[in-house]
């Protein structure tokens, strides 16, 4: 099963910028839709971006979008989110998603059986 990687995670001021990646040493990478999400301590997880298999298709919710760009190396076997224009309550732990079933990929959290262990990204004001 493919295993995922979060790292990029670190402290960061109000305003810059920050880019995760997700790795995973598995051939299959390619095989797999792939997504980011967010957690803080009390809340849901929050869906913050998905990409296709190939990579041609992504889609990043409202709530981000013009700030998060999702993008992916299927060479590398690396996903990543950009993270422009960071604000205090972009701070949680990040976490990327896998699923098998789809090209697309999906908005629910609940379609993906594969996550990676999280990376915490604080934002400082």
């Known amino acids: 099963q493919l295993q995922l990687l979060e790292s990029g995670g670190r402290v960061v001021q109000a305003g810059g910028s920050l880019r995760l990646s997700c790795t995973a040493p598995r051939p299959t990478f390619s095989s797999y839709a792939l997504a980011w999400f967010r957690q803080t301590p009390g809340k849901e997880r929050e869906f913050l971006g998905v990409?296709?298999?190939?990579?041609?298709?992504?889609y990043v919710p409202p709530s981000v979008k013009g700030r998060f760009t999702i993008s992916r190396d299927n060479v590398k076997n690396t996903m990543y989110l950009q993270m422009n224009s960071l604000k205090p309550e972009d701070m949680a732990i990040y976490y990327c998603a896998a699923e098998k079933g789809g090209t697309y990929g999906y908005i629910e959290e609940h379609r993906y059986d594969i996550w990676g262990q999280g990376t915490q990204v604080t934002v400082s004001s």
């Open positions: 990409i296709s298999r190939s990579g041609t298709v992504t």
